[in-house]
């Protein structure tokens, strides 16, 4: 049966979710704060509006009567969800966990201490001075990130006396909202980070898709690679994790749920209710369902057999150096030249300074060597440029 998705947030990972409900019969409204943004390219229609305008919100909803709402982003005034709710809509995965992820005080009290999760030490601090004291509670080097904010933006390490107010500062330039008060956690000392998507259904066991791993700049994802290499001990403790969080939360959707791997465990670190920017590696087919596939099956309650690995496979981001409009790709045959790459260009029309304009992903068998994939990927991404136009 078909439904109608109102789509909130319009980026590339927005748009292979469009492509995949799309496949499925779907129709989608695609909305976003400019248009043209990539997921509008290929949607039904497509609405210009400040999502984090409540009125705003409440007036797209009402004219279009959507069955479910998929937030693909968090700058949202997603506290309206719960209304949503009410009226009978479906928000994916729930409008509590859209609620509670968005909000790093919210999910990170959940996970360490009504789940009783292995989490960093942690301390949260509203002003400069309570800021001072809670580096001091926590030591250094330590980790301060805003409440409400996303991609890495207000986040920064504190490793002298003399960092915390610019992290203070900094963190109040990159917060979303008017929210002051910033969490402080203790640095951990880990080996790797992963994500684990995690896919739990309307009807039927929550499911996991093999490791990822992946290496952020400027707090976000450069490249990512699946299976990432993690002892069998550790992937059932992760995924045990997984499971109580997402099961708090409610809801079916895939999850992109990080850890850190460390000498004396796996600890939890946060995840998204939606499908994760390093998820994005699956597109190369690593699995036989991509996280966008598996995303809108477990939106529209459809069955999910199995999720099997096909490939290795890695994904490289191509990055954006100058402000502008139009971009142009250079060095798009030098990838599609290579045996076993391909590349996703996710058609944004404006420029900025390392914005993700695209990736190049690279796949071997099942039994490669992962991290030569990888290394593949990144020499392969280097060799495209972004130029703006105008």
Request: charged content about 25%; aromatic content about 6%; proline content about 5%.
């Given at each position: 049966?078909?439904?109608?998705i109102?789509?909130?947030?319009s980026?590339?990972?927005g748009?292979?979710?469009v492509?995949?409900?799309?496949?499925l019969?779907?129709?989608?409204?695609?909305?976003d704060?400019?248009?043209?943004?990539?997921a509008?390219?290929?949607?039904?229609e497509?609405e210009v509006?400040?999502?984090?305008?409540?009125?705003e919100?409440?007036?797209?909803v009402a004219?279009h009567?959507?069955?479910?709402?998929?937030p693909?982003?968090?700058?949202?005034?997603?506290?309206?969800?719960?209304?949503?709710?009410k009226?009978?809509i479906?928000?994916?995965?729930?409008?509590?966990a859209?609620?509670?992820?968005m909000?790093?005080?919210?999910?990170r009290?959940?996970?360490?201490?009504?789940?009783?999760?292995?989490?960093?030490?942690?301390?949260?601090a509203?002003?400069?001075?309570?800021?001072?004291?809670?580096?001091?509670?926590?030591?250094?080097p330590?980790?301060?990130?805003?409440l409400?904010?996303?991609?890495?933006?207000?986040?920064?390490?504190i490793k002298?006396?003399a960092?915390?107010?610019?992290?203070?500062?900094?963190?109040?330039s990159?917060k979303?909202?008017?929210?002051?008060?910033v969490?402080?956690?203790?640095?951990v000392?880990?080996?790797s980070e992963?994500?684990?998507?995690?896919?739990?259904?309307?009807?039927?066991?929550t499911?996991?898709?093999?490791?990822?791993?992946h290496?952020?700049?400027?707090?976000d994802?450069?490249?990512?690679?699946?299976?990432?290499?993690?002892?069998?001990?550790?992937?059932?403790?992760?995924q045990?994790?997984?499971?109580?969080?997402?099961?708090?939360?409610?809801?079916?959707?895939i999850?992109?749920?990080?850890?850190?791997?460390?000498?004396?465990?796996?600890?939890?670190?946060?995840?998204?209710?939606?499908?994760?920017?390093?998820?994005?590696?699956?597109?190369?087919?690593?699995?036989?369902?991509?996280?966008?596939?598996?995303?809108?099956?477990?939106?529209?309650?459809?069955?999910?057999?199995?999720?099997?690995?096909?490939?290795?496979?890695?994904?490289?981001v191509?990055l954006?150096?100058?402000?502008?409009?139009?971009?142009?790709?250079?060095?798009?045959?030098?990838?599609?030249?290579q045996?076993?790459?391909?590349?996703?260009?996710?058609?944004?029309?404006?420029?900025?300074?390392?914005?993700?304009?695209?990736?190049?992903?690279t796949?071997?068998?099942?039994?490669?060597?992962?991290?030569?994939?990888?290394?593949?990927?990144?020499?392969?991404?280097?060799q495209?440029?972004v130029?703006?136009?105008?």
């Amino acid at each position: 049966m078909q439904k109608k998705i109102m789509l909130l947030g319009s980026g590339e990972l927005g748009k292979e979710f469009v492509i995949a409900a799309k496949r499925l019969g779907q129709y989608v409204v695609a909305v976003d704060s400019y248009d043209d943004a990539p997921a509008q390219q290929v949607a039904d229609e497509r609405e210009v509006i400040n999502m984090l305008d409540a009125a705003e919100l409440d007036r797209i909803v009402a004219k279009h009567q959507p069955d479910i709402i998929v937030p693909e982003i968090e700058a949202i005034r997603t506290e309206r969800f719960y209304d949503y709710e009410k009226q009978g809509i479906q928000v994916v995965p729930s409008a509590k966990a859209a609620n509670f992820t968005m909000n790093r005080k919210a999910i990170r009290d959940l996970a360490a201490k009504e789940l009783g999760l292995r989490t960093a030490n942690y301390r949260y601090a509203n002003t400069l001075e309570e800021l001072q004291a809670a580096v001091q509670e926590i030591g250094m080097p330590c980790v301060v990130k805003p409440l409400m904010s996303s991609s890495g933006k207000g986040q920064s390490v504190i490793k002298t006396e003399a960092d915390v107010e610019n992290a203070w500062n900094y963190a109040q330039s990159g917060k979303r909202g008017d929210q002051t008060e910033v969490i402080v956690e203790a640095f951990v000392k880990f080996n790797s980070e992963i994500t684990l998507l995690t896919v739990t259904q309307q009807n039927g066991p929550t499911l996991f898709c093999l490791p990822i791993g992946h290496r952020q700049e400027r707090g976000d994802y450069q490249e990512s690679w699946q299976p990432a290499v993690i002892a069998v001990d550790h992937l059932a403790e992760a995924q045990d994790m997984a499971a109580k969080v997402t099961k708090a939360l409610t809801g079916a959707g895939i999850w992109g749920v990080e850890f850190f791997l460390a000498d004396e465990g796996v600890y939890f670190s946060e995840l998204s209710p939606r499908p994760h920017d390093t998820g994005m590696v699956t597109l190369v087919g690593t699995q036989n369902l991509s996280e966008f596939e598996l995303h809108a099956r477990a939106v529209l309650g459809l069955p999910i057999a199995e999720i099997t690995h096909e490939r290795n496979g890695a994904s490289a981001v191509i990055l954006a150096h100058k402000e502008g409009t139009k971009p142009v790709f250079t060095g798009v045959e030098k990838v599609l030249s290579q045996p076993k790459a391909d590349i996703r260009l996710f058609g944004k029309p404006v420029t900025r300074p390392y914005r993700r304009m695209g990736v190049v992903l690279t796949y071997d068998v099942p039994g490669s060597d992962v991290d030569a994939v990888k290394e593949r990927a990144m020499e392969l991404a280097q060799q495209v440029t972004v130029e703006p136009s105008l």
